[in-house]
């Protein structure tokens, strides 16, 4: 008797052609479609409706049952507030990563498997082994950074069907030949919940800002902001200061609402050598203290080699701009040996 495989149909292009492959594999497939976020923002709407009737349609097309998990409640407190917290803290979360650990690969698989699901299957670009996590074979795609916090456990009962494409076109061509509607449709744009509304417009719903001094190396007030909480370490953007070299920012004072820049590139407070990291989470074993490690300080940086000692990275070459609050995750060759969060630079 084959296994029964519920599927995350998010409406897009790689979760339909994760159920379609399935069931060309023989698997009972079951498609579900995950309604985390539903609300509107100024000048957006919230496309779920549509993604909600394309995974719909794609379960009709291909004679499957079809369920809807309604997630919202749990989303709202386990991702959206814990990123409005963590900016509120000065900080730069990644949401994404917190509803991969969260929702997807803990409330969807624990829901699935009581429905009696044997495996969940996403359209993540990743692949797994004997509860291992391994990058994708399109590098370009890869989206391990973002499952760095999920558990070896959960790994064991999940297939990505699409991680042994090499190339989003193949992708694309592949969901074409099996006439799939979703076979254009555009990818998804920024943090699952914001889609194209910026970051900033995102938490002006939520938080109430003031303006306040910008101040440079030398303890000069050279501008003003609008509010401290929208700016990361590193962003050299939107500080309006103008004239001269840019400006890039070093640090905030979230009690004074102040924020500190520099326009000298060397500047010491703008460069890491040693990071350390909380919350951290190893897949399987934890890395040895012996043995380098690459290193990946945020979405697509470029991996650095670093060893491992209790919780701090010691990396082998100092890296501009590292965010307190963003993953640092670990990988050995392709596997992903976990994560931590960045709580402090030096």
């Given at each position: 008797m084959s296994q029964t495989v519920y599927?995350?149909?998010?409406?897009?292009?790689?979760?339909?052609?994760?159920?379609?492959?399935?069931?060309?594999?023989g698997y009972n497939v079951v498609g579900v479609y995950m309604k985390n976020w539903t609300q509107d923002l100024p000048g957006f709407a919230c496309p779920w409706k549509e993604d909600f009737q394309d995974a719909k349609r794609l379960a009709v097309r291909l004679n499957i049952p079809f369920e809807v998990f309604d997630f919202e409640a749990e989303y709202k407190q386990k991702v959206v507030d814990y990123?409005?917290?963590?900016?509120?803290?000065?900080?730069?979360?990644?949401?994404?990563?917190?509803?991969?650990?969260?929702?997807?690969?803990?409330?969807?698989?624990?829901?699935?498997?009581?429905?009696?699901?044997?495996?969940v299957a996403t359209g993540h670009y990743a692949r797994?082994?004997?509860?291992?996590?391994?990058?994708?074979?399109?590098?370009?795609?890869?989206?391990?950074?973002?499952l760095c916090r999920v558990t070896s456990e959960a790994l064991e009962k999940t297939i990505f069907p699409i991680g042994e494409f090499a190339t989003k076109d193949e992708v694309r061509a592949m969901a074409e030949r099996f006439g799939l509607d979703t076979a254009h449709k555009k990818d998804s744009q920024g943090i699952c919940f914001v889609g194209k509304v910026g970051i900033k417009d995102f938490l002006k719903q939520y938080v109430q800002t003031?303006?306040?001094?910008?101040?440079?190396?030398?303890?000069?007030?050279?501008?003003?902001?609008?509010?401290?909480?929208?700016?990361?370490?590193?962003?050299r953007h939107g500080l309006n200061v103008g004239g001269g070299l840019p400006y890039?920012?070093?640090?905030?004072?979230?009690?004074?609402?102040?924020?500190?820049?520099?326009?000298?590139?060397?500047?010491?407070?703008?460069w890491s050598k040693t990071v350390g990291l909380e919350s951290i989470h190893w897949i399987n074993d934890p890395p040895s203290d012996e043995k380098s490690y690459d290193v990946q300080l945020r979405y697509r940086g470029a991996l650095i080699k670093s060893k491992i000692k209790s919780s701090t990275?010691?990396?082998?070459?100092?890296?501009?701009?590292?965010?307190?609050?963003?993953?640092?995750?670990?990988?050995?060759?392709?596997?992903?040996?976990?994560?931590?969060?960045?709580?402090?630079?030096?």
């Open positions: 599927v995350g149909l998010s409406g897009g292009v790689d979760s339909s052609l994760s159920a379609v492959l399935l069931k060309e594999q990123m409005i917290d963590e900016y509120k803290r000065g900080r730069t979360p990644n949401p994404d990563i917190m509803c991969n650990q969260e929702v997807k690969f803990k409330l969807f698989l624990e829901t699935s498997l009581e429905k009696g699901a044997e495996k797994t082994s004997t509860g291992q996590l391994l990058k994708a074979v399109n590098s370009a795609k890869d989206q391990t950074y973002f003031k303006s306040g001094p910008i101040i440079d190396q030398n303890g000069r007030q050279i501008g003003e902001h609008d509010g401290s909480i929208f700016y990361t370490i590193g962003q890039y920012v070093t640090g905030k004072d979230m009690d004074e609402n102040k924020v500190f820049v520099t326009n000298d590139i060397n500047d010491s407070s703008l990275l010691y990396l082998d070459q100092e890296q501009r701009a590292v965010s307190v609050g963003q993953s640092a995750v670990i990988y050995d060759q392709d596997r992903v040996v976990g994560s931590g969060i960045i709580s402090t630079t030096q």
